[in-house]
């Protein structure tokens, strides 16, 4: 029987409450906003299953990419996070009878994997989501509909995507895989706080969030709020929500030494930016968007070549899409005052301000150079339209 005596040992992919065939395992949260798995010692039938099961407790062997390129898709990039790819290869795959599993947000802005059978539904599967998404039943969904004959693409993190494979329990031909360069999943039960509290603020319901709004650059990237009668853009390093993201505060604790990530999911195609573009592929260096695309498998080859004739790219070397990329990291450090941080959040009379007050400001040196490449990163977009 499952018990999580050590939350760095358990992702919350949810492949162990899938399998039990007691139906004993449910998804709890804990103080920090993460849900583990909980199991009923009455109910359960000792097989043992959940715990053979977990990808955590026995990890893949690590698979090195057959191919790697740098990729932009022009008819997608536009609300993508980086080069536009998944959503190419989630428009082949609906185009032919398949179905496409994503994270897309709900009507309240919960993160939330759903599946699209068509292009119209395709895009709420776009951009990134920055808090880990509610599985629900996907693993059984996706399970019956392979059954069925139909053909999958799931796209997630790699333990989402390693949770789904040991779930599964063998390859199955009409699933393709895709996981993204993820160096952690945020709180979503601080994401419901932080958003219940911007709501408060504006006196507004936040109707959709668009964590990297790309309105400055690819690189330069904001969060904008779109509440019901407004909206609000925040640059990334003033927004507590996303500037403790990107600062590591608020990932979970299996994050900071991920064992599925960097080649572990199984997954057939690896999805990055691809952020060493300046002396990877220069000619690509325009601010728009780039991807890094890791060809695993050959099934990850068959869908990318299916696509190939729709996008620009270039193929380059594995190390040149891992390159400056924390998603590839082996470990992340842990912040000093992480346990500080989680322990004064329900306390706190106004979130925000509270969250602020954790974030690490850069100096000023620093603060001062990076207004410049904004600016001057804008001024290249200008002068190539």
Request: charged share 25%; proline share 4%; net charge positive.
């Amino acid at each position: 029987m499952i018990r999580i005596s050590d939350k760095s040992l358990c992702s919350g992919c949810t492949a162990c409450v899938s399998a039990c065939p007691a139906q004993c395992i449910v998804m709890r949260r804990d103080r920090e906003g993460f849900d583990y798995p909980v199991a009923n010692s009455d109910l359960c039938v000792k097989c043992g299953l959940c715990e053979r099961i977990c990808p955590v407790l026995n990890p893949c062997d690590r698979m090195e990419p057959l191919d790697a390129y740098a990729a932009r898709c022009a008819s997608q990039v536009e609300g993508a996070s980086s080069g536009g790819i998944f959503p190419l290869l989630a428009q082949e795959f609906v185009s032919d009878g398949g179905i496409v599993c994503g994270a897309a947000l709900d009507t309240d802005c919960t993160v939330v994997h759903c599946a699209v059978e068509d292009e119209a539904g395709l895009s709420a599967l776009k951009g990134s989501k920055y808090a880990q998404s509610e599985l629900y039943s996907m693993f059984e969904d996706i399970r019956a509909e392979l059954k069925d004959g139909r053909r999958v693409l799931f796209s997630g993190t790699p333990c989402q995507v390693a949770g789904l494979n040991a779930y599964l329990g063998k390859a199955q031909d009409g699933l393709i895989t895709v996981d993204i360069a993820c160096h952690g999943v945020p709180s979503p039960g601080l994401w419901e706080k932080y958003k219940a509290a911007i709501e408060k603020s504006h006196h507004s319901p936040l109707k959709s969030v668009d964590f990297r709004d790309r309105s400055e650059g690819w690189r330069h990237y904001n969060i904008r709020y779109d509440f019901r009668d407004k909206s609000v853009t925040v640059p990334r390093a003033k927004d507590p929500y996303l500037a403790l993201f990107l600062q590591d505060m608020t990932l979970r604790p299996s994050c900071y030494d991920c064992r599925l990530r960097g080649g572990c999911s199984g997954s057939d195609i690896t999805l990055s930016d691809l952020w060493s573009v300046a002396g990877t592929a220069p000619e690509m260096n325009d601010d728009r968007g780039v991807s890094g695309v890791l060809i695993n498998t050959e099934k990850g080859r068959e869908l990318y070549e299916k696509v190939t004739g729709r996008l620009v790219g270039q193929q380059i070397q594995v190390d040149q899409v891992r390159k400056e990329n924390g998603g590839f990291a082996g470990a992340v450090v842990v912040p000093e005052r992480r346990d500080e941080f989680f322990k004064g959040v329900h306390s706190a009379a106004d979130l925000p301000k509270y969250m602020s007050s954790f974030i690490i400001r850069k100096p000023l040196h620093v603060r001062m150079y990076q207004s410049i490449r904004r600016k001057l990163s804008a001024l290249k977009r200008r002068m190539k339209k």
